[in-house]
């Protein structure tokens, strides 16, 4: 700690000085050229005008997103978990889904919202109308993902909330191909300023084609995720290479 102040503090100091010799290297030539200096002068206050500006204009719009985002979330949470899921239908027929029907009913096996994107695939979605403190947990999402794609066999299989993922949720989301789609990703589609569920640019993809690989740099950072007897080795491609088996087996 102590050396990282010593070093902020020598940062400081030789900005302080590179910025005094930069003065005084303007102020020298100002004094040798009176008329250039008044042109490149209000050249310079031109542009430090219009910076300012743009920058004003973007922190104003910045903050009217912002804000019209919030009370779009606040009026989110105030539904029952009903008009939720007819909210999430509402906005998937908006841009673009066809076939979008709401289950409505328990024993739905996850699936509350169910349709087909513009390009063709099967969207399964899930509603977690929840309060900003009470957090999706791993739990969640496994129930989901049991059912998700094996069941209700989706393309593209999302948890979507009004709040936000526990750390453990979205590993077990990047692992099994579940796109989540928190408070602010929710309220920035709703409000048209993000993408939807099913877009490209949302992570995690669920088709089996797309979904996480092991690669040579993240097999160690999931090694973890394995069995101890499987460390160090190759990342099983299957689940039935994980239960151990005899030599007469295959």
């Known amino acids: 700690m102590a050396r990282k102040a010593r070093n902020r503090r020598r940062g400081r100091v030789l900005l302080l000085v590179l910025t005094a010799l930069a003065l005084r290297a303007v102020g ?36 009217h997103r912002q804000l019209m985002q919030a009370a779009e979330a606040g ?15 509402f906005l998937c027929v908006r841009d673009g889904c066809r076939a979008v029907y709401v289950t409505g ?15 063709g695939a099967k969207v399964v979605l899930q509603a977690k109308r929840y309060a900003t403190t009470n957090k999706v947990t791993s739990p969640d999402l496994q129930r989901f993902g049991g059912t998700c794609f094996t069941v209700h066999r989706a393309d593209i299989a999302a948890v979507v909330t009004t709040s936000t993922f526990t750390k453990a949720a979205r590993d077990y989301a990047l692992l099994a191909g579940i796109r989540l789609v928190d408070a602010t990703a929710f309220t920035a589609w709703a409000t048209r300023t993000g993408p ?49 088996r005899g030599p007469g087996e295959r």
């Open 75 to 89: 009026r989110y949470r105030t539904m029952d978990p009903a008009e939720f899921e007819n909210a999430l239908a």
């Open 105 to 119: 009913r328990s024993g739905d096996l996850g699936a509350d919202v169910i349709g087909y994107s513009p390009d």
């Open 196 to 244: 939807p569920p099913w877009h490209r640019a949302t992570r995690a993809r669920c088709r089996t084609s797309e979904r996480p690989r092991f690669t040579p740099r993240n097999v160690g950072r999931r090694a973890r995720h394995l069995p101890p007897a499987h460390r160090g080795r190759r990342p099983p491609r299957r689940l039935s290479q994980l239960t151990p």
């Open 28 to 63: 020298l030539w100002v004094a040798g050229h009176p008329a250039t200096s008044a042109v490149a002068g209000s050249l310079l206050a031109c542009t430090v005008l219009s910076g300012l500006l743009v920058r004003w204009k973007l922190r104003r719009r910045t903050r």
